[in-house]
């Protein structure tokens, strides 16, 4: 980060210049206030009912915040400017697959297409087409939207195209009168 | 994801990025954001940036309380220049809660956020973003955080 110079002195904010709902709008301002023993009591309690909320969800709950997770994951990811090879289509159909429960096959049933192809996608070793994204989102509900799913599919297309050295030997046999420019 | 320019009411794409330490001191030291973040060194420390701009215009420091299935909204302040009605860019708070919410189902907390506010401010925080009040803190998850990643990522 490049830091400017020459700059005015800058000066500390007062806020008392502020409206409540300005300084609302702008801060969450640090808690350093310290705790009497009845709020340290009340914060511990506090910590202790969400521990028991979070672990009492119902199977469904625990379902639905595994979905949520793969979604936002899946998302923050085909947004990223990175690329992991482990983090494939077939590795996040799989977690779709598995974070509800659900045997391969069971699955397959559900979006029509036999267990043998499922496996394939899971697998990577077949290409989805687009009619089987779509369905994916219909089976969502919409919650994981097809064009995340397209744009893993992408991103792995855009790897192998980068690095398949073995192709670009193949097709070196059919190109001929290379330009010769300097790049 | 999206803050607004005030003058001329146009959208500006932002980024939020986590900062390291190093960062973390140089933005302390150019005096453009109120309290000393070099306080939050222990903390995941983030910067909301418009894009095609280095300099931060918000930033975030949020405690990840793993034990609790929580993240815990320590600090967040606009720089200087984005305070009041002066300000050049809105929703520089909202946009960094809604990327907290966004963590905090990341990491499977169900989207649970927690905040301790200045009790003069908790009604503002309840009626602009949701959030639920109890003894000391305010929380936002599930579908009310749901709630304001949709408001605050789609552009």
Same mark, same amino acid.
């Given at each position: ?5 020459? @700059? ?42 969400? @521990? ?57 049933? /559900?979006?029509?297409?036999?267990? $043998? ?17 779509? @369905? ?9 939207? $097809? ?21 670009? /030997? ?14 | ?16 990025? +986590? ?8 933005i ?5 954001f109120? %309290?000393?973040?070099? +306080? ?6 983030? +910067? ?7 300099e931060?215009? *918000? ?9 609790d &299935? ?12 984005n305070? *009041? ?15 907290a919410? +966004? ?7 169900? *989207? %649970? ?16 973003? *949701? ?5 000391? &803190? ?8 749901l709630?304001?990643?949709?408001? &605050?990522?789609?552009?």
């Amino acid at each position: 980060m490049k830091i400017k110079k020459n @700059r005015k002195e800058i000066q500390e904010t007062t806020f008392s210049k502020f409206t409540e709902e300005e300084l609302a709008d702008a801060f969450v301002f640090p808690s350093d206030k310290v705790l009497t023993a009845k709020e340290k009591k009340e914060d511990s309690d506090f910590w202790t009912a969400r @521990r028991k909320q979070f672990e009492n969800r119902t199977p469904i709950q625990k379902m639905y915040s595994r979905l949520l997770q793969l979604k936002f994951q899946l998302e923050d990811y085909v947004n990223s400017d990175q690329y992991k090879e482990a983090l494939n289509f077939g590795y996040f159909l799989n977690e779709y697959v598995s974070r509800q429960d659900k045997k391969d096959k069971q699955f397959a049933e /559900e979006v029509d297409v036999t267990p $043998a192809v499922l496996s394939q996608y899971i697998n990577n070793h077949r290409k989805p087409k687009d009619e089987f994204v779509i @369905r994916l989102e219909l089976h969502s509900n919409g919650m994981i939207p $097809a064009i995340s799913w397209f744009k893993v599919i992408q991103k792995d297309k855009e790897h192998e195209i980068m690095t398949n050295q073995e192709l670009r /030997e193949e097709e070196s046999k059919h190109v001929k009168n290379r330009l010769e420019f300097a790049y | 994801m999206h803050v607004l320019k005030n003058s001329i009411r146009e959208k500006q794409f932002v980024t939020i990025a +986590k900062i390291d330490t190093i960062e973390i001191s140089l933005i302390n030291k150019t005096k453009q954001f109120d %309290f000393n973040w070099n +306080k939050e060194k222990l903390f995941n420390v983030y +910067k909301l940036t418009v894009e095609e701009n280095d300099e931060p215009i *918000g930033l975030l420091s949020l405690d990840e309380r793993s034990d609790d &299935y929580a993240l815990e909204i320590r600090l967040l302040a606009s720089s200087k220049q984005n305070i *009041g009605k002066s300000k050049k860019y809105s929703r520089i708070a909202g946009c960094l809660i809604a990327f907290a919410c +966004k963590e905090a189902f990341k990491r499977g907390f169900d *989207g %649970f956020v927690c905040l301790k506010p200045k009790t003069k401010l908790e009604a503002h925080y309840i009626k602009k973003y *949701g959030f639920r009040s109890t003894k000391l &803190y305010l929380i936002t998850e599930g579908e009310n955080s749901l709630k304001l990643i949709k408001e &605050y990522y789609e552009d």
